[in-house]
Structures are given as structure tokens and as C-alpha cells.
């Protein structure tokens, strides 16, 4: 299958790289057949359909009983989201094997601005490690711990709705515990994913078509959220990928709306219990009532929470709901009030309107945009790696910022 040259390509930036073959037997072709397939959410009867082949037969390939003849290799490629070269085991770094695969479930008149974004930052990535001094990703102690026990502990798919809630809310209080993080709201959201996961964070505005995008496996782990949508959506669109990240979602890409993220999956119900405790820890939403309204919920006290939380109205009226503190009638309500309005009545306990304002801002990865910067400086990239990262024209103001030793790159 051949691999149609991106933008960053057809500019001399990231060169189409063969990696060298190696020998694979049919059961390791097998094997990798069947790990694109779950990363794809697909059944055997699925793929088989997509490939020309009965079931029966993609389960004697996947077990190694019959090998993929070479005329097939294309179709189940494409039909993967990988490279031929992949699925014969041919060496490739990570994270451009990544790029490939992601390039393969983005058609040529596919509306998505979140795929081709991370897949802009997914090839900056792979410059930046060839010709720079590079750092990978890395989590914190703490993080690396969290991860263990959401893989580990908590292994066992949710069977109901019940357990969803309580595997989500499990992880989210053991998440604050080992942080640290107490029951107050969480500040800089994209640094702290950065800092204790490892997981790079893009923000830019994508449009409303997609809410966010997680890109994880073979060490790469990238999550791109649309700020086209206020803070408090924007927030809960980056905890409920980082849900996704640390439940070890077989799918190496997530691209999901609203539709996909609050729908009857169980495995969505619990990292939306992840991402509403996370946010907003019942402990600390009692808290924050206490001291307004005597423990009441009130409109006013539902703008304070939004503002307190950084969060949206119908990821807090779900928090809610779900800790009992208001009936699923009064939540039908509340989510039938124009937010606007709500916020323009009680202006004293929401300065920033965080709950309804669009960011419609653009953040680059923390650990890509200061190596990209620094490799700049030392000519080993050119100025176009920063202007991609940063989504604005390589011009003399860049140079001047990039080149100026005390300058602000990431403003």
C-alpha cells in the first residue's frame, strides 16, 4: 500500500522513511493482524467482510493456520489502518508507525480536522527525535503508579451501568489521591496530563465536528482537543480521553462527539464517571454548597460550580444527578436553560465565564514546541517545525521570538 505524502513531506520536512525487512512467520503476521483489528474495534465477521474473507478464515490468519497471501496483504492494510510494511514486521520508529496508521483511517474527503492535526504533530514528533537533542515522554512517579492500578486493579471491563460508575469513580479518586490533588479544582488541565502521564496535549479549533482525539500505543500517547467549544467542554473532552488512555482502550485511535462520548457503552459510561469525579470531586462540590447555599443546590450555586470546576453545565448537571443531589427532572431542566442567560443573571460568581465562552485557542505540546524551539536555535530544524506546532505563519515576528534568547515562544 502506498503512503500519500502529507504536507509536512511534500515540504522536504519529514522524508518518507523504508524501514528494513525482517522475516516474520505467518503466526506473527497473524499476531499483528489481530492487534490492528482490536485497535480498530473490529470483529473477525468485520474484517473479513472488509478484506473479501469468511470469519473462520481471519481466525485461522490471526492464529497463524493460514497465512495472508501477498495479493491480500494491501487489503488488509488498508482495511487496518496500517502499513503492508507493519504487518510483515518491518523495523519502523514508533511514532512514525503511528503517523502511518493514522494517515490510513484518514480518507481524502474525510471531514477531520483532528486526525490531520495529529498527524502533523505525531510527524513533528518523529523530526524532532531523529535531529535533535531528544527527550521522550515521561510520567511522573505518581502517574506511572495511577496507570498501574487503572490497568492492573481494574482490568475487568464494566458488565453494567453500576460498574461503569464505580470503576470510573474508583480510578478518579485514586487519580487525586496519588497526586495529590486533594478535593479543589484542577488548574492547568493540559500541564498536569503532560507532567504526570506523559501524554503530549493539543489544543486548537477544529471545528465542532469532533470533540477530541486520543492517539495512543508502541510509546506514543497524544491527545488533540477542538477549542471551538467553551473551557468547561473543553476540559471534559481532555479528562475523558485521558480516561480512554489509562483504561488501556485497545483502539490506538479514539476520535469521538458528544454523540460518541455519551453514548450506552459501558466502557464510555466509566470513563465519563473518570473524567465528572476527576473534575469535580464530590467532596469538594459539597464543600463549595456548604458555603454557598447552606448545602442547597441553587441556580446561583450551579454558575459558581461551573466557574469554581472549569466545567460545562451538562458535565456538572450529570455530577450532580449522579451524586443525587438533584433529581433527573430538575437535570432536564437545568440542561433546557440557555447557559448564556444562567451566567448573565449571576455575573458576580463567574468573572470568567469559563462555562460558555469558545477558547478558540491553539497550545502545542509543552515538550515538542521547547525542542522544536531549541532546535531552531541550533539549526538542526528549520522555522517551519515551530510554525506547525504553533499554527501560525514562519515570519520575521517568529524568528525574532524563536531567536531572541529571553523571547516568549509560546505565546
Known sequence: MEHALTGLE??????????????STDAEVGRRVERARRRQALTGEGLGGLVGLAKDQVSKIETGKRKVHVRELPRFAEALGVTVGYLLGQVCRPTLAMAHRLAGNVGPDEDSNAKRRALELLEVEDILAQRAEWVPAAGSRPGKDVLRFAREEIRTPPRNRDEAQRQG?????????????????LGDLPGLIERHFGVDVALSPLGTDVDGLCVHGDSVAL???????????????????????????PRDVIDEDAQDMFSDS????RVNAFAGHLLMPEEGIRETLGWLSAGRVTERSIVALMEQFGVSLPALVYQLCKMRLITFDQGAILRSMHVGDLVDRHPSVAPTRAGITALRTVRAPERLLTTAAEAARKEQVGLGVVATLLEREDDEALWDAVMEPDAEVFA
Open 10 to 23: 511534500a515540504l522536504g520536512l519529514l522524508a518518507p522513511t523504508e524501514p528494513a525487512p525482517i522475516a
Open 169 to 185: 469513580k474508583r480510578l478518579a479518586e485514586y487519580t487525586r489521591e496519588a497526586l495529590g490533588l486533594g478535593s479543589y479544582e
Open 223 to 249: 491527545i488533540v482537543a477542538s477549542t471551538d467549544f467553551s473551557q468547561g467542554h473543553v476540559r471534559f473532552t481532555l479528562a475523558h480521553e485521558l480516561g480512554h488512555h489509562l483504561f488501556g482502550d
Open 266 to 269: 459501558q466502557q464510555e459510561r
